[in-house]
Nanobody, 119 residues
Framework: QVQLHESGGGLVQAGGSLRLSCAAS????????MGWYRQAPGKQRELVAGISSGGTTRYDDSVKGRFTISRDNAVNTVYLQMNSLKAEDTAVYYC?????????????WGQGTQVTVSS
């Protein structure tokens, strides 16, 4: 299993930037995919960006060119750099780990961090 702890959310004006961090309790190299999801009020949780253990990234079309997902294997942390933020980016952002090895494979979630973009 894995514990995930997000940080870095907050209130920012439209056009501003934030960087979210997700610290994992195990090596990122043992996690198939790390992802950032978000859930706005009244909406379903959606994938924002993901990065595989091999470094392959993917993004939702709504954030391409504005958000960047990256990882630092030395400190088992995944980041989401968010630039040119818009009001519609307001949501609770969750870190996700897709674990496919070890005794307890499965999907694991952090507690979430609130991002609020004021227009």
């Amino acid at each position: 299993q894995v514990q995930l702890h997000e940080s870095g959310g907050g209130l920012v004006q439209a056009g501003g930037s934030l960087r979210l961090s997700c610290a994992a309790s195990r090596s990122l190299l043992t996690i198939y995919v790390m992802g950032w999801y978000r859930q706005a009020p009244g909406k379903q949780r959606e994938l924002v960006a993901g990065i595989s253990s091999g470094g392959t990234t993917r993004y939702d079309d709504s954030v391409k060119g504005r958000f960047t997902i990256s990882r630092d294997n030395a400190v088992n942390t995944v980041y989401l750099q968010m630039n040119s933020l818009k009001a519609e980016d307001t949501a609770v952002y969750y870190c996700n780990a897709d674990v496919r090895s070890g005794p307890r494979p499965g999907l694991y979630w952090g507690q979430g961090t609130q991002v609020t973009v004021s227009s």
